[in-house]
């Protein structure tokens, strides 16, 4: 799959992980320690997006289960992170980069209670922080820490 997105083959993966830091780190854990720093420069370069998603309990009639959306878009900044070994500043660049078309879980759950498609309780039982999205559903933004 990386030779084929590195031969500019569009590549689409499925892999069980929470958000876009541990899917990238989930895919480094399949190769060797050894190969981990060329498969991190490879994938820094190859990576277009990540789409993390959660099924939750839909309450809008006829509809079960509505879909929570994390993206994260690979810009520069991105790929800097990838390639320096910060997976765990990819959510802060998700949050400061929404106007790039990236969307954390926190935001996504927040539109999807104001819209009525889901209950709070399980935007709670699902939010990364639930004192963000306590936040978030008052109008109250979070600030993102500056990372770079």
Same mark, same amino acid.
């Given at each position: ?36 720093? &060329? @498969? ?13 998603? #959660?099924? /939750?309990? +839909? $309450? ?11 993206? &994260? @878009? ?13 997976? #765990?500043? /990819?959510? +802060? $660049? ?55």
């Amino acid at each position: 799959a990386m030779r084929a997105a590195e031969t500019g083959h569009l590549v689409f993966g499925t892999m069980h992980s929470a958000n876009a830091p541990q899917s990238v780190q989930r895919l480094l854990d399949l190769f060797p320690q050894s190969e981990r720093g &060329l @498969i991190r420069q490879a994938l820094s370069l190859a990576i277009k997006a990540i789409v993390s998603q #959660v099924l /939750l309990p +839909s $309450i809008d009639e006829g509809v079960d289960r509505v879909p929570a959306v994390e993206i &994260l @878009i690979a810009n520069s900044t991105v790929r800097k992170l990838i390639s320096e070994e910060r997976e #765990v500043d /990819l959510t +802060s $660049i998700i949050r400061s980069c929404q106007n790039e078309g990236m969307q954390d879980f926190t935001s996504n759950l927040c539109e999807l209670v104001k819209k009525g498609s889901i209950e709070p309780k399980e935007a709670y039982r699902y939010a990364p922080n639930i004192e963000e999205l306590k936040m978030a559903l008052k109008g109250i933004r979070t600030s993102t820490s500056g990372i770079l």
